[in-house]
């Protein structure tokens, strides 16, 4: 698909969400199958939200620390799945979001700060 210049960066934004959530499917679908959908249903919305922060930093996907910080960040997500209530009904989906956007902004900024140290690490190596 080639992006013409008269798309939005709105558009594309949440077309890569929806294609996200697509991807991480699957993750819904295994814990369905098992018979823990409300789990399911958190670890696909935690899957999705470390696959957004792979995105919005796709251009460090060529460094091997950029992949295990994302492996840790999928480790993190493991007491988030399994420690929040996601079959009470007294809490809706707009009460997970601040858990959400904290989870996303966890994750991303163990990215920047990796990504942060990386460079100044480079560029001590090279003024040396």
């Not at 789990?39 to 470390?50: E, K, Y």
């Not at 919005?56 to 840790?72: N, Q």
């Amino acid at each position: 698909m080639v992006l013409g210049v008269s798309e939005s960066p709105r558009k594309l934004t949440a077309k890569a969400a929806y294609l996200i959530l697509l991807c991480s499917l699957p993750i819904l679908i295994v814990f369905a199958i098992l018979g823990r959908v409300w789990i399911g249903f958190g670890a696909w919305i935690c899957s999705g939200l470390v696959m957004l922060v792979v995105r919005a930093r796709w251009d460090l996907r060529r460094h091997i620390w950029f992949w295990m910080i994302i492996i840790f960040g999928e480790l993190l997500q493991i007491p988030i799945v399994f420690l929040m209530p996601w079959s009470n009904r007294s809490l809706t989906w707009f009460s997970f979001l601040p858990v959400a956007v904290l989870d996303y902004g966890i994750i991303f900024g163990c990215v920047r700060l990796v990504e942060k140290m990386m460079r100044a690490e480079k560029g001590t190596a090279s003024s040396q």
